[in-house]
């Protein structure tokens, strides 16, 4: 009895000591509101503020593309001046003896040595970061006066003074008239002088105030400048019509300071901030021009180019490509009547209407605008393709219009139609076709070919495949380059050069043949957009199986989303055509073959090649073809530049 209570005497202790020592550690348990707290107030409280979440951008955009952070240098999206080379996607400058020497005109460096040419001269400003030239002309003397230009500290006026032989004082000072002044001039003004994120705002006042405030301090004329915002100096833009600035506008800029504080509308690649209203409007506000790169629509009347960049108003029809295809010299342009309606031309000024069709007189200046356009003329000049030509000799083919067979929606060809197809003859058998891209190269599949050369021959201007006619060549091959990442197995990399033999002591491999032309191989992926309409042609199997007799070519569109159907098969440098009700498609026999792409100028590009794909003409299985332009270094390497671009070179 005793043992007994005292266990429960011990018991009761032992718990009494249990909870004091929960009470002194044990952490403290959550405060739970009272009662009272919980109870609905009696006075009414403020509601919260729910801020909305801010409202989708209709012009800048999409995300993905901003997370690029393009630039003016970025040449899968914009082309790069004659002064710069695209290498792997960005612009390069040129060494100063790699520019054109056609239809230039000397200028004077401010060094006082005189240039060859203005590309020359961009080349050296584009390696030292640095402005070079002065003026155009011979007169380089180091005595003669070179440009200047100026930002008035009271006023923020901008003066030039432009270099003019004739002058007894060597030249004449100028203010800039403010109908044409823009950010990308005023970036350029200020980047001169010592800001290399440029200018703040590009605004203007009118004259007269000036004079009475500040008497004569300003000159009473001024010139117009036109920058498209690469440029180091004033100098290198187009400068002209001088005229009396009366009661005109003249312009001013302020340069560029970091806001304080975390608010920016957008931020450049290069940390400029701007408004979001100063995107995509065709104007370089950033100073590297990543305001207009990437753009659903434009604002204030510029040009949206199927690549997503916003270009100037101004630059349609003017001689210069701005549009990677060339949408914004197309034909479509050249009338007012024919302008995009967001392009209202009753918005532009007399001058900037006329500048949209026509280069500036610049009736004292030589004009860079010129200059570039000669160079660009020179560059394309150097390589001849995607255009077929439409002398060739008609052929006399028998039986020419008999009956044949539709292969998966594709049509007779004309005998000299498709004049960059070629078949590849291995052992008397054509089992691949192909492209000729110029020089002594043709584009073909890796699957095609192996490397044993004297296996292989090229046809040249093949209609029927068992049948030569008049404009046929047949061309031996030297060498096989196939990609040094092929894999038989999956079709990655599926991309071969075949290298034909030169004749003898000649630097060609046939006689010129009016019914054989070049393919232009791409350089950007961004070239051509989904669903836009291309081009397939080949030899292939009909519906039934059978191989056709004649050539055969359909049109594809270019299809969104191939992984969908083809998974993890689907491989960087593979991209899908066809239609997905399958109506339309390659087939065993095509390999090799060219899918073409046609830009706004005619200009036909070797777009893809017939790689692989499941149930030919079947719904849901479209063509998968090797993107060619995933490989343009790896053909330039192999080909040098003269084979392979008409521009970016």
Partial sequence: MFFRMRSIRFSLLLLFFLF????TESPPEPEIPSAIEQKKPQFPVPTPVTRKAPEEDNFLGPPECLEKKFTRASCNLVFCPPWERCIDGQCNCKLPYMCPTENVTAVCGRDSRSYRSFCQVMAISCRTKKPFMSHFGDNCQETNPKFKSSIDSDSSVV???IPQPKSTEGGEELLVCGDLWDMAAANVACREHGNPLG??????????????EFGNRFPGSCISVRCQGYETSLAECVIYDKIST????VATATCYEAPQGDKCGFKCVNSKCVSLNQTCDGVDDCGDQSDEMCCKNCRNGAFRCKTGVCVHKDTLTDGVHDCLDGEDESSKHTSKDSLPEEVSVSSFSDKEAAAMHQTPQNTEYASPHKEIKANRKYLESMLKCGVPNKTAVAVDVRGRNSR????VGGLPAEPTQIQWQIALVEKGKIDCGGAFIGGCWVITAAHCVRPNPSAFKVKFSLWRKFRAQSTTDIVPVKDIIIHHRYNASSYENDIALVKLEKLPFLEKCFEDNPAISAICVPWSTQLFQLNHTCSISGWGRTKDGKASQVLLWANVSLIEGCDRFYKNRFKPGMMCAG?????VDSCQGDSGGPLVCEDALGVSYLWGVVSWGERCGQPGYPGVYTQVAHYFEWIRRHTGWPAVTRFNS
């Fill in 20 to 23: 004091l020592l929960s009470e």
């Fill in 199 to 212: 200018a703040a705002a590009a605004d203007s006042v009118s004259y007269y105030p000036l004079t009475v």
């Fill in 579 to 583: 239609d997905l009700q399958g109506s």
């Fill in 159 to 161: 003066k030039v003074f």
């Fill in 246 to 249: 009366g009661d005109n506008m």
């Fill in 404 to 407: 044949v067979k539709r292969v």
